[in-house]
Nanobody, 121 residues
């Protein structure tokens, strides 16, 4: 099992930046595929980006060129650097761990509690 805790959310103006962190505890963090998802009010949870145990990365179209996902297996931590933020990025951001990388949230068995990101116009 793995426990996940997100941090780094907050209120930022459009065009600003935030860095989210996801700290993992438990066993074998490096063997998990990790993902960042987000959910805005009234919308389904959607993938932002994932990173495999080997470092392969996939971004949603909305994140390409603005967001960067990374992981530090020595620190059991995953990151999401978000630049050029837009009001439509406002959502609760969740980190997730699973046995394989996927764009589908149902493929991930472990979730953090989420961190709110609000981008003002």
């Amino acid at each position: 099992q793995v426990q996940l805790v997100e941090s780094g959310g907050g209120l930022v103006q459009a065009g600003g930046s935030l860095r989210l962190s996801c700290a993992a505890s438990g066993r074998s963090f490096s063997s998990y595929a990790m993902g960042w998802f987000r959910q805005a009010p009234g919308k389904e949870r959607e993938l932002v980006a994932y990173i495999s145990w080997g470092g392969s990365i996939h971004y949603a179209d909305s994140a390409k060129g603005r967001f960067t996902i990374s992981r530090d297996n020595a620190k059991n931590t995953m990151y999401l650097q978000m630049n050029s933020l837009k009001p439509e990025d406002t959502a609760v951001y969740y980190c997730a761990a699973g046995s394989r990388p996927s764009v589908l949230y149902r493929s991930y068995g472990y979730w953090g509690q989420g961190t709110q990101v609000t981008v003002s116009s």
